[in-house]
Each structure stands twice: as C-alpha cells, then as structure tokens.
Nanobody, 129 residues
Framework: QVRLVESGGGLVQPGGSLRLSCEAS????????IAWFRQAPGKAREGVSC????????HYTDAVEGRFTVSRDNAENTVYLQMDSLKPEDTAVYYC??????????????????????WGQGTQVTVSS
C-alpha cells in the first residue's frame, strides 16, 4: 500500500523556520518526482517545490525561491522541505505528492500543472505573530 505521510507543520512567527517531512512507503518502483504543494483558504492549490529522484534536481516556484530548500534522504525514503524566512502569505496546508513530473513551475510566465498520482494528507503551516 502506497503511503505518503507529512509532518512538521505548526505555528511560527514571521521570519521563522519550519522543516516539513514527507515519508514515503509502499513504492515498488522509482516514484520519479516528489513535490510539495500548498493550498491557502479560498485559493487554488499551487506547486511549491519538487525534487527528482533520479538525479536530485530541484525546482521552486518564484514565491519561495531562495527561502525554501527541498532535499531527500533515499535511505529513509523521506523528502524534506526546509522553510526559512517564513511570511504570513506562506500560511497554507502543505501536501507532498509522488509519481509525477518534476519540472519548472512556470514557463514563459504561465503556470505549469503537473499531475501526481499519490498524495499525503497534508500538514498545516501557520505564519503569524
């Protein structure tokens, strides 16, 4: 049974940091890319970051570039999202997803949508003073 379990969310003050974890289990084949998405109340879900399992290449959406870092621990089947310099607008439920294409989130100024086959249950991140 394929499972993705996120953890690490919480309440943090603006300028603070959090590290999210996504533990994957049950995959019998390479799960290609693992991505982090987020959805704020009243807004559409958006891609935040992704990492390719084949070569570790990463992509970030412009809103988090330079502040967030995605990494992986293949031995632990875990992907991390280190979030620094957090802003109130980063408040959202964060989801990890697997088995999808990891590529640029925008091309020519237009958002690119990628389909992922497996999703975690989400973890709440709240940035507030």
């Amino acid at each position: 049974q394929v499972r993705l379990v996120e953890s690490g969310g919480g309440l943090v003050q603006p300028g603070g940091s959090l590290r999210l974890s996504c533990e994957a289990s049950g995959f019998t084949e390479d799960y290609y890319g693992i991505a982090w998405f987020r959805q704020a109340p009243g807004k559409a879900r958006e891609g935040v970051s992704c990492i390719r399992t084949s070569d570790g290449r990463t992509h970030y959406t412009d809103a988090v570039e330079g502040r967030f870092t995605v990494s992986r621990d293949n031995a632990e089947n875990t992907v991390y999202l280190q979030m620094d310099s957090l802003k109130p607008e980063d408040t959202a439920v964060y989801y990890c997803a697997a088995e999808g294409i990891c590529g640029p989130w925008t091309v020519g100024g237009a958002a690119v949508k990628y389909d992922y086959n497996y999703w975690g249950q989400g973890t709440q991140v709240t940035v507030s003073s």
